[in-house]
């Protein structure tokens, strides 16, 4: 029986939180774990995620994909780190962001047909429909945030904006139930309905029998969130105050899989076009980060570099990890 690759979309409410970094780093540590992996830049307005790969000028991305007519495997580049490849969305040309819902849903497609156990999609900021319809395209997508209040209020949205956007998608022939769960229009929205509790009572004056499909759409929606930067012990409240923000006013479990600390280190291997955890896998981001890829592999990762070779060692967990 053919296995479905698996897809992790990392998304977030705002730039700046080193959304980037870390998506190319889990992907270089769940490939040196073993895996075939794809990391794809999926900011198609800004690309410049081959950067931190130390890849200059991607030959292909997805404009050529539908300019240019290249195959698909075109566009699969070659890191230079084992089970790695990479997919550019050569987004630095005018108007690339603005990809429709045909080419939207082509490159879905393309993605779900990748030959790769683990693809990682870094997707751009904010809450455009795009952004959404690329964290909706699994149940397990990751958001980040940094400790800072402002950034936990955007990603309390974020994942707000995706669970309605999911809710408006897989609703969309009850019209009678779109101007509940669809807040493209807010002027014509009634806004109570940010609160899931508020958006059933609505739902149940409309139509009862809709609220069971309602509670599957919750249930099957589980996004993780890491809190990067974090430069105290009180920093790390703010995964657990998301947890409890989006169990109080969305009814959806949140699993809070880690933290990255604050570190100068980061910051310098992004400048040198290479992944901290290449670089340096014994800091402690990069500890941090092995913890990560163990929830999310169900394994226990420990890396190790010495005279210029990394030496890996894992071993696979009893218990069922992300999905416990």
């Known amino acids: 029986m053919a296995t479905t690759v698996n897809i992790i979309p990392i998304g977030g409410g705002k730039g700046g939180i080193g959304k980037s970094v870390v998506s190319t780093n889990l992907a270089v540590g769940i490939a040196l774990s073993g895996q075939k992996v794809v990391l794809m830049d999926g900011d198609f307005g800004a690309s410049n995620l081959h950067a931190l790969l130390g890849i200059s000028h991607p030959l292909y991305g997805f404009q050529d994909l539908f300019v240019n007519n290249k195959s698909p495997d ?19 040309n005018p108007g690339s962001a603005n990809i429709d819902s045909e080419r939207v849903k082509k490159i879905m497609s393309f993605i779900k047909k990748l030959d790769a156990d683990t693809v990682i999609l870094d997707l751009g900021p904010g809450t455009s ?50 101007k509940l769960v669809d807040h493209s229009k807010p002027s014509k929205t009634d806004l109570e309905t940010y609160t899931v509790s508020t ?23 589980k996004p993780a969130i890491i809190i990067n930067r974090v430069r105290s012990k009180k920093d790390l409240i703010a995964g657990n105050n998301l947890v409890n923000l989006v169990k109080k006013y969305l009814e959806i479990e949140l699993k809070y899989i880690g933290y990255i600390v604050e570190s100068d280190g980061v910051r310098e291997s992004a400048e040198d076009m290479v992944p901290f955890l290449i670089k340096n896998p014994q800091s402690k981001p990069s500890e941090n980060l092995q913890q990560i890829i163990g929830t999310l592999t169900n394994t226990d990762l420990h890396l190790v570099k010495e005279d210029g070779r990394i030496f890996v060692s894992k071993q696979v967990r009893l218990n069922s990890g992300w999905d416990a």
């Open 74 to 92: 075109s566009l699969l580049i070659e890191t230079g780190i084992s089970n790695l490849k990479f997919i550019s969305s050569a987004g630095d």
């Open 129 to 178: 429909f795009n952004v959404l319809d690329f964290f909706n395209i699994s149940s397990q997508g990751i958001v980040m945030s940094s400790p800072e209040t402002t950034s936990v209020m955007k990603t309390f949205s974020f994942i707000r904006s995706a669970l309605f956007r999911r809710m408006s998608k897989q609703l969309k022939n009850l019209s009678a139930l779109q």
């Open 199 to 221: 958006l059933r009572e609505n739902i149940k004056k409309v139509d009862e029998t809709q609220i069971e499909k309602l509670d599957e759409i919750i249930n099957e929606f």
